[in-house]
């Protein structure tokens, strides 16, 4: 079956970088689209970035020029590079993935991503 596992997080500072990896068993993943997802307690979860099996990239607008997502089809890994991090992006952070491509209207929406790990916190302190 289909596992994803996220790694990376932890406690940085304002204004420091996180790398996050997500790794995926039981998959062709070349052919999956690929998203990171967050959610902090009481709120919903919402989408960070995504990439299609093209290299095809979306971000929320929370994290543009700030984030960037990038996969190793090689190493079946999925990668969130995050500079420049703020207290707002404390969160649990999720890695999902899916054989379809969302349409552009569900890009970024949790319900179009069928598997999903398990998360891994990143606390930004100030």
């Known amino acids: 079956q289909v596992q994803v596992v996220e790694s990376g997080g932890g406690l940085v500072q304002v204004g420091g970088s996180l790398r996050l990896s997500c790794t995926a068993s039981?998959?062709?993943?070349?052919?999956?689209?690929m998203g990171w997802f967050r959610q902090t307690p009481g709120k919903e979860r919402e989408g960070v970035s995504c990439?299609?099996?093209?290299?095809?990239?979306m971000y929320a607008n929370s994290v543009k020029g700030r984030f960037t997502i990038a996969r190793d089809n090689a190493k079946n890994t999925l990668y969130l590079q995050m500079n420049s991090l703020k207290p707002e992006d404390t969160a649990m952070y999720y890695c999902a993935t899916d054989p379809l491509w969302p349409p552009p209207d569900r890009l970024l929406k949790p319900y179009t991503f069928r598997y999903w790990g398990q998360g891994t916190q990143v606390t930004v302190s100030s």
């Open positions: 990439i299609s099996r093209e290299g095809g990239m």
């Open positions: 039981g998959l062709t993943f070349a052919e999956y689209a």
